[in-house]
C-alpha cells in the first residue's frame, strides 16, 4: 500500500491512525452490547506502535536527518500496521450492532443517535486538542477561517498543508487518519442498511461474506493499480477509498462473530478457535516480511506495483491475525492476554494519547533537548521512550478522565431500540406454617 506513517519532504513525516472507537471503564452501556476487553487490549497495541514510530522518527531512528531509513528501520518500518489495526477494530465494533441485529432477528441501531454517539466520542477531546495546538503552536494563521473550518470539521485530509502549522511542525498531522474514519462513520449507516437487507433476505452470511470479501480485493486492486502513487496527494493515498479494505475486513469480523453465536459456527471460525496462536504466528511473520525493503523503503511513500502489492497483503495479514482470535477465539490464549488489566486501561485511554503524543514529542525534542528534527539519533530514542511514552499515556488518561467519560455519562442515548419487557408473572400467596 502506498501510505507510510512519514512523509518525505518538505515536510516532516507523522501519519498514523487513530484509537478512537469504544472505550474501557465505568460508563453506562454500550448501545446494550457486550463489552470486549480485550480489543481495547489490542487497540493499546496499535497506539504503542504509534507513539514508539514516531518517536523514532523524530529522534532520526527511524528516518535520519537526510530523509534515508535510520538503524532501527528494520525493525519499527512495519509499525505502520498501526494503520490498520485501528481500522479492523473500528469497522468490527461500529457495525456489530447491525449484524447483530440482521442475523439474531433484531432491529438495528438507530440512525440519528448512532452518528450523535460519534460526535459525542469523538469531537470533544479533538477540539480541546485541536483548539490547543492552533493557539499555542498556530497563532499567527488564525486569520485563515477556511483552513479552521476544514480543521474543526475533519476535513484537512484533503488538504497536505493543513495537517502541519508550518513547514518544520507536525502537531496535529496524525489527524489525518482520523478524517479518513469519520468518513466511515458517515457511510456505514448506508452500508448497514445494505448488508441487513442481504442477510435477512439470503438466511445466510455467504452473499454478504462475498460482497465485503469483494471489497477487500477492489482495495487491494485499486491500490496497486494507481502505484507508483505521488506522495503530495492525499486522495490517493489517505481518503476512505485508499482503505476500506481493512474496515471491510472487520465488518466480516463482525458477522462472523455474530453467525457464530446466532446459528452454525462457520469453518473459519472453528479453526481460529482450535490454533488462535497460529494466527497471531502468521502475523508475525507476515510482521517481519513488512520490515524488509521488499514492501518498499520506510522514506518514500512512492510503491512500485510490487511493493504496494506485497505491503498490502502484509498490513491485512498482521492485523487480521492479531484481530480474528481476539474476535473469534474466546478465551483463547490471545484474548486472555489482551484483556488483562493494563492492556485494556491503555485502551480505554488510546484516544487522548493518540491526539497529543506529536505536541508531547515536540515540545521535549525541540524546546527540551533545543534540537531539530531528526537530530538527537538512536541513543536518543531509547532514553526518551520511558517519557515521552509516559506523558502521551498521561495525557490521554487526562483526556478520558476528564473530558471524554463526563461527557459520555452526561449526554449518552440510547442507539438500540429496547426489546419489549416480559410480563411480570403475578405474585403467588405464600402459606407460613404457624
Same mark, same amino acid.
Given at each position: 500500500?502506498?501510505?507510510? *506513517?512519514?512523509?518525505?519532504?518538505?515536510?516532516?513525516?507523522?501519519?498514523?491512525?487513530?484509537?478512537?472507537?469504544?472505550?474501557?471503564?465505568?460508563?453506562?452501556?454500550?448501545?446494550?452490547?457486550?463489552?470486549?476487553?480485550?480489543?481495547?487490549?489490542?487497540?493499546?497495541?496499535?497506539?504503542?506502535?504509534?507513539?514508539?514510530?514516531? &518517536?523514532?522518527?523524530?529522534?532520526?531512528?527511524?528516518?535520519?536527518?537526510?530523509?534515508?531509513?535510520?538503524?532501527?528501520?528494520?525493525?519499527?518500518?512495519?509499525?505502520?500496521?498501526?494503520?490498520?489495526?485501528?481500522?479492523?477494530?473500528?469497522?468490527?465494533?461500529?457495525?456489530?450492532? =447491525?449484524?447483530?441485529?440482521?442475523?439474531?432477528?433484531?432491529? @438495528?441501531?438507530?440512525?440519528?443517535?448512532?452518528? =450523535?454517539?460519534?460526535?459525542?466520542?469523538?469531537?470533544?477531546?479533538?477540539?480541546?486538542?485541536?483548539?490547543?495546538?492552533?493557539?499555542?503552536?498556530?497563532?499567527?494563521?488564525?486569520?485563515?477561517?477556511?483552513?479552521? *473550518?476544514?480543521?474543526?470539521?475533519?476535513?484537512?485530509?484533503?488538504?497536505?498543508?493543513?495537517?502541519?502549522?508550518?513547514?518544520?511542525?507536525?502537531?496535529?498531522?496524525?489527524?489525518?487518519?482520523?478524517?479518513?474514519?469519520?468518513?466511515?462513520?458517515?457511510?456505514?449507516?448506508?452500508?448497514?442498511?445494505?448488508?441487513?437487507? &442481504?442477510?435477512?433476505?439470503?438466511?445466510?452470511?455467504?452473499?454478504?461474506?462475498?460482497? &465485503?470479501?469483494?471489497?477487500?480485493?477492489?482495495?487491494?486492486?485499486?491500490?496497486?493499480?494507481?502505484?507508483?502513487?505521488?506522495?503530495?496527494?492525499?486522495?490517493?493515498?489517505? =481518503?476512505?477509498?485508499?482503505?476500506?479494505?481493512?474496515?471491510?475486513?472487520?465488518?466480516?469480523?463482525?458477522?462472523?462473530?455474530?453467525?457464530?453465536?446466532?446459528?452454525?459456527?462457520?469453518?473459519?471460525?472453528?479453526?481460529?478457535?482450535?490454533?488462535? =496462536?497460529?494466527?497471531?504466528?502468521?502475523?508475525?511473520?507476515?510482521?517481519?516480511?513488512?520490515?524488509?525493503?521488499?514492501?518498499?523503503?520506510?522514506?518514500?511513500?512512492?510503491?512500485?506495483?510490487?511493493?504496494?502489492?506485497?505491503?498490502?497483503?502484509?498490513?491485512?495479514?498482521?492485523?487480521?491475525?492479531?484481530?480474528?482470535?481476539?474476535?473469534?477465539?474466546?478465551?483463547?490464549?490471545?484474548?486472555?492476554?489482551?484483556?488483562?488489566?493494563?492492556?485494556?486501561?491503555?485502551?480505554?485511554?488510546?484516544?487522548?494519547?493518540?491526539?497529543?503524543?506529536?505536541?508531547?514529542?515536540?515540545?521535549?525534542?525541540?524546546?527540551?533537548?533545543?534540537?531539530?528534527?531528526?537530530?538527537?539519533?538512536?541513543?536518543?530514542?531509547?532514553?526518551?521512550?520511558?517519557?515521552?511514552?509516559? *506523558?502521551?499515556?498521561?495525557?490521554?488518561?487526562?483526556?478520558?478522565?476528564?473530558?471524554?467519560? @463526563?461527557?459520555?455519562?452526561?449526554?449518552?442515548?440510547?442507539?438500540?431500540?429496547?426489546?419489549?419487557?416480559?410480563?411480570?408473572?403475578?405474585?403467588?400467596?405464600?402459606?407460613?406454617?404457624?
Amino acid at each position: 500500500m502506498s501510505t507510510s *506513517l512519514n512523509r518525505p519532504s518538505p515536510a516532516p513525516p507523522a501519519s498514523t491512525a487513530s484509537g478512537t472507537e469504544g472505550s474501557a471503564g465505568p460508563l453506562p452501556e454500550r448501545s446494550g452490547r457486550s463489552f470486549e476487553p480485550a480489543v481495547d487490549g489490542l487497540r493499546a497495541i496499535a497506539t504503542l506502535m504509534v507513539v514508539t514510530a514516531h &518517536l523514532a522518527q523524530w529522534t532520526g531512528a527511524l528516518i535520519d536527518k537526510s530523509g534515508r531509513p535510520g538503524p532501527l528501520a528494520p525493525v519499527l518500518s512495519g509499525f505502520v500496521v498501526a494503520i490498520p489495526i485501528f481500522l479492523i477494530i473500528s469497522g468490527y465494533l461500529l457495525y456489530r450492532p =447491525w449484524a447483530d441485529a440482521a442475523l439474531g432477528g433484531g432491529r @438495528p441501531p438507530r440512525t440519528l443517535p448512532y452518528y =450523535w454517539h460519534r460526535v459525542l466520542r469523538i469531537f470533544p477531546a479533538y477540539w480541546l486538542f485541536m483548539v490547543t495546538a492552533l493557539l499555542v503552536f498556530d497563532r499567527e494563521r488564525l486569520d485563515d477561517g477556511w483552513r479552521i *473550518l476544514r480543521l474543526l470539521t475533519v476535513q484537512h485530509v484533503q488538504h497536505w498543508a493543513d495537517l502541519r502549522s508550518d513547514p518544520g511542525a507536525t502537531n496535529w498531522a496524525q489527524t489525518w487518519s482520523l478524517a479518513t474514519e469519520v468518513h466511515y462513520y458517515i457511510a456505514l449507516p448506508v452500508v448497514a442498511y445494505v448488508l441487513h437487507r &442481504l442477510l435477512r433476505a439470503a438466511k445466510g452470511i455467504a452473499p454478504a461474506v462475498a460482497l &465485503l470479501g469483494g471489497v477487500v480485493v477492489a482495495d487491494f486492486t485499486w491500490l496497486v493499480a494507481t502505484s507508483p502513487s505521488s506522495p503530495l496527494a492525499p486522495p490517493s493515498l489517505w =481518503w476512505l477509498r485508499g482503505y476500506l479494505g481493512f474496515l471491510a475486513t472487520g465488518m466480516l469480523l463482525a458477522v462472523l462473530a455474530t453467525r457464530s453465536r446466532t446459528g452454525r459456527r462457520p469453518a473459519i471460525v472453528d479453526l481460529v478457535g482450535r490454533h488462535p =496462536w497460529w494466527c497471531w504466528g502468521a502475523a508475525l511473520v507476515a510482521f517481519a516480511v513488512s520490515n524488509t525493503p521488499a514492501v518498499g523503503s520506510i522514506a518514500s511513500a512512492v510503491l512500485t506495483k510490487e511493493e504496494a502489492a506485497l505491503k498490502y497483503a502484509c498490513q491485512l495479514v498482521v492485523a487480521a491475525g492479531l484481530a480474528a482470535p481476539v474476535v473469534l477465539a474466546r478465551g483463547g490464549g490471545p484474548e486472555r492476554l489482551l484483556a488483562r488489566p493494563v492492556p485494556v486501561w491503555l485502551g480505554r485511554n488510546s484516544c487522548g494519547t493518540f491526539l497529543w503524543h506529536l505536541v508531547v514529542m515536540q515540545v521535549t525534542v525541540w524546546y527540551l533537548f533545543d534540537s531539530d528534527w531528526a537530530q538527537l539519533g538512536t541513543g536518543a530514542f531509547f532514553a526518551l521512550l520511558p517519557f515521552v511514552m509516559g *506523558l502521551s499515556v498521561l495525557a490521554g488518561w487526562l483526556s478520558y478522565t476528564f473530558v471524554e467519560a @463526563p461527557l459520555l455519562r452526561r449526554f449518552r442515548i440510547r442507539s438500540h431500540r429496547p426489546a419489549p419487557e416480559p410480563e411480570a408473572e403475578p405474585e403467588r400467596a405464600v402459606k407460613v406454617p404457624v
